[in-house]
């Protein structure tokens, strides 16, 4: 027995000393638990190092010696970035709003894929610092999802919106950190950029595999657009064609948006996006103007994604203030005579003229708009299954609720990662959410003078007020034109009459989310 607890202490010895550098290195990690939690996360003045690219000197590879020549790039390259060492990497990263020199260190990551993800500055709003930011950040997520739980305003969206963004900003999460490779083989593109080869890839945080599943691929809003499309009835466009005019007056807040985003790039100068093309940025937030959030996700994630959790948010806050912008604007652009014009009721649509529109619409897009087939070409297979009858009565139910149900949290959740707040605490953020508001303003007032000019030159008299349901808030704009007509008159039913604009807006949108995407890709 003697001889057996002399061992076992002679072994236990042993160990101890064989792991007391591990132990060493836990009792430090257990010391330094104070700077991971998030209260420490809020009084850091800097974004994480591989958002700025700005690592410590010790995270750095060697720096070059200028004085020495021509350098060999791989001695000066590590995971978390290079530097400059000759013309052809200086040239390749130099843009018009900034010279990159020999010697200067370039910051970022690696991806999954090896290819080298350069960091840039962080901007936020007067200088602040980045946790007192994600501070900020937080009640102003909170606030989102009170108007949507308690008011009521597009709650769908708004909740998981405001969730996402709530993740985003928990500091040190990581929620929203992409995929990164390490310890791989280096090498130099001929364009003087490096890639990385046989690493290890540490995993991201899930909303940035949701983002990049269904953002960046465009697959959420065509899914959202099935299931748009099996919820919409196009029989009163049918019966009304000549209301489309009117869902295409509508689009005119895209383009007067388009135009001051441009001023304001003037204005401000070209870095006002944040690096992004002036053109891109201002057809991204144009689209704002359509009230329509999936159309104005799939262009802004194609076009301008840096912009997309402002532009999101911009698009849906406003098709939820439907019922609050657009009655002052239709008041005081009508008369009281013509709130009261009564239209005669719609003719009925026949079943083979419903199965054959969807295909129509979809086959001239194609001849006409290729670019615009991904989100028409959903909105008609909708459409077309909720039309076809109860043969196909189970695809039909599925977009129009367990479909459209899971896509709505995925990209709610994927656009709140997008409102951490480096990205939607600035200056571009206010602009764009200016611009939307104008924009939806200006598309509500174009749709009612156009129904005022169609009664210039019309025998059968439309009420301007159904104009104004031209922008994409299906169904919320139409009820809109509804109540207040019937504020003046309770017998005025407008509601099928304001359909057809409705419907057409959201036709509308996507036609020239297509045109806006053909210009500026």
Sequence with gaps: MKKLLMSIAVA?????????????????????????????????????????????AADRPAAPNLAMGRQPRENHVNKNGFYVVDYIQAETLSTDGHEVKLGDWIGGYFDENGSFVKGHEVKTLFGMPYGVGQLIMIPLCLLMMYLAIV??????????????GLLANCPLAGVTAPAMMHDGVITFLASGLPVMQGGIVEPGGFLHYFFK??????????????????????????????????????????????????????????????GVDPVKAAASIGIIGGADGPTAIWLTSRLAPDLLGAIAVAAYSYMALVPIIQPPIMNALT??????????????????????????????????????VPLIGALMLGNLAKEAGSSVARISDTMSNALINIVTIMLGLSVGSKLACE????????????????????????????????????????????????????PMAARVSNKVALQNDPTNFLLMQAMGPNVSGVIGSAVVAGVLYTLCR
Excluded at 21 to 30: E, F, I, M, P, Y
Excluded at 152 to 164: D, S
């Design 12 to 56: 236990v010895c042993a160990l101890g000393a064989q792991a007391e550098g591990n132990w060493q290195d836990t009792l430090a990690k257990v010391k330094n638990l104070a700077g991971d939690t998030g209260i420490s996360g809020f009084v850091k003045r800097e974004a994480p190092a591989y958002i700025t690219g700005n690592f410590a």
């Design 151 to 164: 008011k009521g305003f597009e709650p769908l969206l708004l909740l998981p919106i405001g969730f996402g």
């Design 213 to 274: 599943f269904g953002i960046d691929t465009g697959v959420f809003p065509i899914m959202i657009f099935m299931g748009v499309g099996a919820m919409t009835d196009f029989g009163p466009l049918i019966a009304n064609p000549k209301m489309a005019l009117l869902g295409g007056a509508a689009q005119f807040g895209i383009f007067f948006a388009l135009f001051g985003a441009l001023g304001l790039a003037s204005l401000f100068g070209a870095d006002f996006f944040g």
């Design 335 to 372: 008369t009281k005579e013509e709130r009261l014009i009564k239209m005669p009721p719609l003719r009925e649509v026949k079943k083979i003229e419903k199965i054959c529109f969807p295909l129509i619409v979809l086959l001239l897009c194609a001849v006409l708009l290729p670019s615009a």
């Design 423 to 474: 990205k939607f605490l600035s200056g571009t953020t206010l602009g764009i959410l200016a611009l939307g508001l104008c924009a939806f303003c200006v598309g509500t007032a174009a749709g009612v003078l156009m129904a005022k000019l169609m009664n210039l030159f019309s025998k059968e008299k439309v009420n301007p007020l159904i104009g104004s349901a031209g922008v994409s808030a299906v």
